[in-house]
């Protein structure tokens, strides 16, 4: 009897020691416009050299973290591939149909004497500088703070200038219970507010 029992204390030590390590939590992130922008060739022309997105965050790996009553923390982490290529390939899905063709670079100084030198109308860096979703549950319910900030480098050949346009995103909310429908509900149209406004008016 005394083996029984060990050998139960020792399974229900193991399971609430898995439950303790935490995990990672993937999210579904994505960019879907609301708006639409019939200006858009006509302002950046018919060719956009595009550089690989800059994730200049001090962990790109991450999204975030969800702390729960008990247990060890969870990490966010975007579920498909890493958030810049999940921006990138947002951008060449949505801005064909509009008469702009992307044109991948490996880079650009952002200079606007550069401009010259790069076989598209326009060229666009975008650098993420925050992208960050924390959660914490609560007795009553869990709060969530989320902040998102990028940087967009536009140079335009036909004005001869580099605009440079700072997006930033703070958001607090609570709810019932976090899961990560509701972490992406509250995430994605963060990024629907940046990218369909910087579309509708790129400079």
């Known amino acids: ?22 995990g990672k939590v993937p999210l579904n992130i ?14 950046i022309g018919s060719t ?16 975030g973290m969800h702390t729960p009553l008990a247990g060890n923390m969870e990490y966010y982490k975007s579920a498909a591939f890493p958030l810049d290529e999940v921006i990138m390939g947002s951008l060449s899905r949505i801005l ?3 008469g702009v063709k992307l044109v991948p670079i490996p880079r650009w100084d952002g200079n606007p004497e550069s401009l010259k030198e790069i076989d598209a109308d326009s060229v666009m860096t975008i650098e993420i ?3 960050w979703a924390e959660s ?8 969530v703070n ?9 140079g ?6 580099v605009f440079t346009r700072n997006f930033q995103v703070d958001k607090s909310d609570t709810t019932l219970r976090v899961t990560p429908e509701w972490m992406e509900g509250a995430i994605n149209p963060i990024l629907t507010q940046i990218f369909d406004s910087f579309f509708s008016n790129p400079y």
């Open 1 to 22: 009897m005394k083996a029984f029992r060990w050998i139960g204390i020792l399974l229900v030590s193991f399971s609430l020691l898995s439950c303790a390590q935490g």
């Open 156 to 161: 335009v050949k036909k004005e001869n200038k």
């Open 48 to 63: 956009l050299a595009v550089t690989p997105v800059k994730d200049v965050r001090q962990d790109p790996s991450y999204l």
């Open 129 to 131: 500088r925050k992208f």
């Open 30 to 43: 994505q960019y879907q416009p609301v708006k639409q922008f019939p200006d858009l060739q006509q302002k």
């Open 136 to 143: 914490k549950s609560e007795v009553w319910g869990s709060e």
């Open 96 to 98: 064909p149909p509009y």
């Open 146 to 154: 989320i902040s998102v900030q990028f940087l967009i480098y536009l």
